[in-house]
């Protein structure tokens, strides 16, 4: 199935400039979403991943489903102020402004074997603060892997040696 057919540009969103991957058509159509996870899962099948760590919010759509195939748990990084217990922060730049990503201290024991999961790497400032976050816990970045790399945006600079997966690149 060609996933990228069904992916819907959306010109100017959120703000003017910018073209929005809209990943929702994909996930609407059940043949689609499976193979989207069963791709994003294949090259960590024989790794000893522990956590799937998911990037707010549509890494969450992908993320949880990877981590069931892999048979590792699911950890949510999080927009500040919305996850209950005590987080650690990082703050980050994006495409269209900054923000920051926040875990639950506990998410990710020291020494775990963790793959974080997104929709779309684009300036690689959101994949940055996850790696960060994950690793002043102790956890172990066992790679990245994202639906979509806007490749102009060379996003792969920022985490450079992190083993890294796109299913589908946009230069
Ligand atoms: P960045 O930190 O610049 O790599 O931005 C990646 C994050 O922003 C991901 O969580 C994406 O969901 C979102 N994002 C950035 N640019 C786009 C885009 N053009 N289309 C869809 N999502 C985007």
Redesign the pocket.
Known sequence: MNLASLVRD?PD?PEPG??????TPVLADHEAFGELIAALADAYRQLPIDKVAG?????FTLAAPVALQLGAGFVPLRKPGKLPWTTINQA?????GTDALEMHVDGIGAGEQVLIV????????????AVNLIERVGGKIAGLA?F?E?GF?N?RA?IDGVPFHALIRYD
Do not use: C, H, P, S
């Open positions: 959306i969103f910018i073209v929005f991957k809209d990943i990037i707010e919010a549509r890494g980050y730049n994006l495409e269209y997104d929709d779309v790497i684009a300036t690689g400032g959101t994949a940055a603060a994202v979509i806007l945006l996003g920022a």
